[in-house]
């Protein structure tokens, strides 16, 4: 089964959709991967989701990734006395270090919070709801004047769009939920709450190259270390909802923007996440705002484009992916897609491989090659070919499972599990038989075919070989 556009769908799992017919309806409707939320799952219900994946993936003869989103730590309101209070602009607050409080104090049993916390920085609650800007701080209290106010109550979530919090980015829980993931074979792993470049390097050398390991940008903070964060990370997510809570609202597209650009630069895929269709939650079809939402993702060449509780908990989750299909075909039919997308190729760095699938770009369209067939071990090769976003579509043939299911993710990437090409002949004739009978090449056409050279080193991408498809 072959996909009709490049850039990639990544559907949520959840009350909505996690029965294995839906999970068929999803696939059948544009999915490509298939993410689970670790805050709403426990590892039983883990188990059963991966297993209703894999026997997908063996019905449909196609690699199907699995991602798990890591909840992260969660930072938020103790028990407020009296319950539910009424706070207003220009009110004097003190908040204090503990579970719950007295009086009119406001209590956040998070000491690793009043550690880090200085005058000037802001406190947002309740996703943004309340505003607080900090006074003064100590180590177990602080006062703070309400800039924006509205009712407290207790539990709602806290976000420090200012502070550096003294905490890593995976809990006791997330440690736990990872360890129970990675023997299920799962095969992306979604990072929450990353501050700095430690919080990816302490999970890629937990995961061990076991899956990739994806970090989240959703707070203001993780934007200084963006490039040492992309450098580190095997993909990147836009994660506007928090993003979206800690930044002013208006900032949000042009972050988005700029995150998306640092990827493509880096060749590392970039996934855009987050209310994308979230009035078809409750609706059938989308709101005019949304569409264009999704259409700017695709315009700007992000590897894929995410359904969080449209698809999970939402009344119409197929429909939800289809109208995402169809979006996403849409553009990529446009007049302006094309000439866009070669507007913000980067130049090559100055590697070996770099030069060859810049190459390849050229040649393809010189020759208007019906495909690309990338030989791969390790998923390098593939990934830049994608990294080069050419008109022809990419046909990833690798001997590794893992890293078939992996290349889902990445934009124009139709990924082929197949046993390792013997010698350069065997590579060539079966990455024409191939394009032939995966249903992108008619005898006569001519593909580019791109290896590294000896077989079997990973990221040594150094050849390539124009080919005539034959008729077989």
């Given at each position: 089964m072959r996909r009709k556009r490049k850039i990639k769908i990544v559907a949520t799992l959840g009350p909505s959709s996690a029965t294995p017919e839906r999970i068929r309806a999803l696939f059948d409707a544009g999915a490509d991967v298939f993410r689970i939320n670790m805050s709403h799952a426990s590892h039983e219900m883990l188990a059963e989701r991966v297993s209703y994946l894999r026997a997908l993936e063996k019905s449909v003869e196609r690699p199907?990734?699995?991602?798990?989103?890591?909840?992260?730590?969660?930072?938020?309101l103790g028990t407020l006395s009296g319950g539910i209070r009424e706070v207003g602009v220009g009110d004097r607050l003190r908040l204090v270090c503990a579970a719950t409080a007295e009086g009119s104090d406001i209590p956040i049993p998070h000491p690793e919070v009043f550690a880090a916390l200085k005058a000037g920085?802001?406190?947002?609650?309740?996703?943004?709801k309340i505003r607080l800007r900090i006074e003064e701080a100590t180590r177990d209290s602080a006062e703070a004047t309400v800039e924006v106010g509205g009712p407290l109550r207790d539990k709602k979530g806290v976000n420090l769009p200012d502070t550096v919090l003294p905490i890593p980015a995976m809990t006791e829980k997330d440690r736990s939920d990872l360890e129970a993931a990675l023997k299920l074979g799962i095969d992306w792993v979604a990072l929450s709450f990353v501050q700095r470049p430690?919080?990816?390097?302490?999970?890629?050398?937990?995961?061990?190259?076991?899956?990739?390991?994806?970090?989240?940008?959703?707070?203001p903070k993780a934007l200084d270390w963006l490039p040492d964060i992309i450098d580190l990370a095997d993909a990147i997510m836009v994660a506007r909802g928090d993003l979206g809570v800690e930044l002013p609202v208006q900032q949000v597209p042009g972050k988005q923007k700029y995150i998306i650009s640092m990827c493509r630069r880096a060749g590392k895929p970039v996934v855009v996440a987050t209310q994308?269709?979230?009035?078809?939650?409750?609706?059938?079809?989308?709101t005019r705002a949304e569409v264009s939402d999704v259409a700017s993702?695709?315009?700007?060449g992000a590897d894929a484009v995410m359904l969080s509780a449209e698809s999970a908990a939402g009344q119409y989750p197929i429909e939800a992916v289809t109208m995402m299909n169809e979006i996403a075909i849409s553009v990529e039919r446009d007049p302006l897609y094309a000439s866009i997308i070669d507007s913000q190729r980067n130049p090559p760095e100055q590697t070996t491989p770099d030069a060859i699938m810049s190459a390849v770009h050229e040649v393809t369209q010189t020759i208007h090659a019906s495909a690309v067939v990338c030989w791969t071990k390790s998923g390098a090769t593939a990934i830049r070919a994608s990294r080069e976003r050419a008109d022809a579509p990419i046909i990833a043939l690798t001997p590794s499972l893992d890293i078939s299911r992996r290349l889902t993710l990445a934009w124009g990437l139709h990924?082929?599990?197949?046993?390792?090409a013997q010698d350069l002949d065997d590579m060539v004739d079966r990455a024409c038989r191939f394009a032939l009978q995966e249903g992108f090449s008619k005898p006569g056409q001519r593909i580019v075919v791109t290896a590294g050279v000896p077989l079997r080193t990973p990221g040594a991408t150094n050849m390539l070989r124009v080919a005539f498809v034959g008729g077989k």
């Open positions: 199907v990734a699995i991602l798990i989103d890591l909840q992260g730590p969660k930072i938020r920085e802001y406190i947002l609650i309740d996703d943004g430690e919080d990816v390097a302490e999970v890629k050398k937990i995961v061990a190259g076991r899956a990739g390991v994806l970090a989240k940008i959703e707070k994308m269709l979230e009035s078809m939650i409750t609706a059938p079809v989308p993702a695709v315009f700007d990924s082929v599990y197949t046993e390792d």
